[in-house]
Antibody, heavy 123, light 107 residues
């Protein structure tokens, strides 16, 4: 059974940093690209970032490029999101999601999702 | 970025009703469209990909169709477990973008 378990969320002040983690199990982690998708309270879904199977390719939404860094450790079956210069508008539930087919030439969709970890940016 | 306009934003329906949700893409996306279901407090669940391909384990009352740049999700006979919010997502190009969601409520 595919499982994705996020952690690392919390309350942080504007301008602060936070590192999210996602522990994967139930599938061969390094066969898949992975992604982060967020959902602000009471709002819709917004794709944030994605990484291919070996970390050679990373993609970012314009809203986070230059502030967030996605990475992975295949030996630990783990995905990460390092977030810097956090803003109030980054407040959201952050989901880790598996990318069925990672592409560098077009978009992709997500076949499994974790339960999310909540990031609150507030003074 | 490709904009996905989803309608309606909410609807009320009864058990057994036929329900249709529409997503309109701002440009052609060649059936590169996925539908997700999200129940309160839960993660989204993939229902269909490639506009009409039902994912394993998803009931056959869910179906998807394409008409030009309009994509529809139909639930043929609404069941109690179908009350949720539904999102479309295009993956024709990056950044992949989602519709605003349609909340299906009990009448």
């Amino acid at each position: 059974e595919v499982q994705l378990v996020e952690s690392g969320g919390g309350v942080v002040r504007p301008g602060g940093s936070l590192r999210l983690s996602c522990a994967a199990s139930g599938f061969t982690f390094d066969d898949y690209g992975m992604s982060w998708v967020r959902q602000a309270p009471g709002k819709g879904l917004e794709w944030v970032s994605a990484i291919n199977w070996n970390g050679a390719y990373t993609h970012y939404a314009d809203s986070v490029r230059g502030r967030f860094t996605i990475s992975r450790d295949n030996a630990k079956n783990s995905l990460y999101l390092q977030m810097h210069s956090l803003r109030a508008e980054d407040t959201a539930l952050y989901y880790c999601a598996r990318v069925l087919v990672f592409s560098t030439s077009q978009g992709y969709y997500f076949d499994y999702w974790g339960q999310g970890t909540l990031v609150t940016v507030s003074s | 970025d490709i904009q996905m306009t989803q309608s309606p934003s909410s609807l009320s329906a009864s058990i057994g009703d036929r329900v249709t949700i529409t997503c309109r893409a701002s440009q052609g996306i060649s059936n590169s469209l996925a539908w997700y279901q999200q129940k309160p407090g839960k993660a989204p669940k993939l229902l269909l990909s490639a506009a009409s391909r039902l994912e394993s384990g998803v009931p056959s009352r869910f179906s998807g169709r394409t008409s030009g740049t309009d994509y529809t999700l139909t639930i043929s006979s609404l069941q109690p477990e179908d009350f949720a919010t539904y999102y479309c997502q295009q993956y024709y190009s990056t950044p992949q973008t989602f519709g605003q969601g349609t909340k299906v409520e009990i009448k």
